[in-house]
């Protein structure tokens, strides 16, 4: 491993770290100097510059310098980094052991749905692994947003379809309010859709040739026809083919951030998705609360 570093970086997080040791303060450039040990124009360019990022900014007045606002952001996206992962994960395992199968985290990073975390049992190379992409766009992608703010739903589905993709308003209206009410959803995925995510993996809207894409169209279901609408039914011995159910989480701003799904990949009760789907919102409510978040207020 290379152990070499850089003076000019150094010199940059030595003034980062003198002035996060003594949050609260500002420091003038003289005092920033003698401390740190910098001439003036070095530590005058430094600070120009973090000020002109805003990692810092300048008290015009009184010509000091203290922490600024980017640093606020920084903090919390690496505090959401490093706290979401491994709590995700430990609450997907207890999940994966109970029920035998493969659950994810994933969520919408650099406008692509991405698998972030992937728990198989017994090592068993599962259907979602971690670093798969696909489009965020109609039909994908419902779950993203299904339990987030309206407008960010409705900006969805005003993006430019992957696929041709029916839209029955009334239908999809009734899907976000039982899903919203019961906290989860349960996707109905038939062989065919599946292949399709298979197909989609990795692939944007404009890559696949337009006859292509309206044959696929053809052999999907209308927007939001997958998902089972029997949610409310709690004693139901019907049987029904689920692939996979789903779960939000919540930043601290109450915005969806992860969804978490648990494979099902088999035909089960109503009862039997009842019983999954309230623990997979168990778990999912467990790690909005770990990382500080909650729920939206509607």
């Given at each position: 491993?290379?152990?070499?570093?850089?003076?000019?970086?150094?010199?940059?997080?030595?003034?980062?770290?003198?002035?996060?040791?003594?949050?609260?303060?500002?420091?003038g450039l003289s005092e920033?100097?003698?401390?740190?040990?910098?001439?003036?124009?070095?530590?005058?360019?430094?600070?120009?510059?973090?000020?002109?990022?805003?990692?810092?900014?300048?008290?015009?007045?009184?010509?000091?310098?203290?922490?600024?606002?980017?640093?606020?952001?920084?903090g919390r996206a690496a505090q959401n980094g490093f706290a979401i992962g491994p709590v995700a994960r430990k609450h997907l395992a207890e999940l994966s052991e109970r029920y035998d199968t493969t659950c994810t985290a994933s969520a919408v990073v650099s406008d692509r749905i991405t698998v972030l975390e992937s728990v198989e049992p017994n090592s068993r190379r599962g259907s979602g692994r971690i670093g798969q992409a696909y489009p965020f766009a109609p039909p994908?992608?419902?779950?993203?947003?299904?339990?987030?703010?309206?407008?960010?739903?409705?900006?969805?589905?005003?993006?430019?379809?992957?696929?041709?993709?029916?839209?029955?308003?009334?239908?999809?209206?009734?899907?976000?309010?039982?899903?919203?009410?019961?906290?989860?959803?349960?996707?109905?995925?038939?062989?065919?859709?599946?292949?399709?995510?298979?197909?989609m993996a990795g692939v944007a809207a404009d890559e696949l040739p337009k006859e292509v894409r309206e044959l696929l169209g053809e052999m999907?279901?209308?927007?939001?026809?997958?998902?089972?609408?029997?949610?409310?039914?709690?004693q139901s011995d019907a049987v029904h083919e689920v692939s996979v159910i789903a779960a939000p989480t919540y930043d601290a701003h109450g915005a969806q951030a992860l969804v978490l799904t648990l494979h099902v990949g088999a035909a089960i009760t109503g009862a039997e998705i009842a019983e999954r789907g309230q623990s997979l919102v168990a778990a999912a409510e467990a790690?909005?609360?770990?990382?500080g978040g909650h729920s939206p207020n509607r």
């Open positions: 491993m290379s152990t070499r570093s850089s003076p000019p970086t150094d010199r940059v997080v030595s003034v980062l770290n003198y002035l996060v040791a003594r949050s609260g303060r500002r420091f920033l100097a003698r401390a740190l040990e910098l001439s003036k124009p070095t530590c005058l360019g430094i600070l120009t510059s973090l000020v002109e990022a805003g990692y810092l900014v300048r008290d015009p007045v009184s010509v000091t310098y203290g922490l600024g606002p980017a640093l606020i952001a920084a994908i992608g419902l779950m993203y947003v299904l339990w987030d703010a309206d407008d960010r739903l409705e900006a969805w589905l005003n993006r430019e379809p992957t696929l041709p993709v029916r839209i029955d308003t009334e239908h999809l209206a009734r899907v976000v309010e039982e899903c919203r009410s019961s906290g989860y959803l349960v996707e109905t995925l038939t062989a065919v859709g599946q292949k399709l995510h298979s197909v999907v279901s209308g927007l939001g026809e997958r998902v089972y609408l029997g949610m409310r039914e709690a790690i909005t609360l770990e990382v």
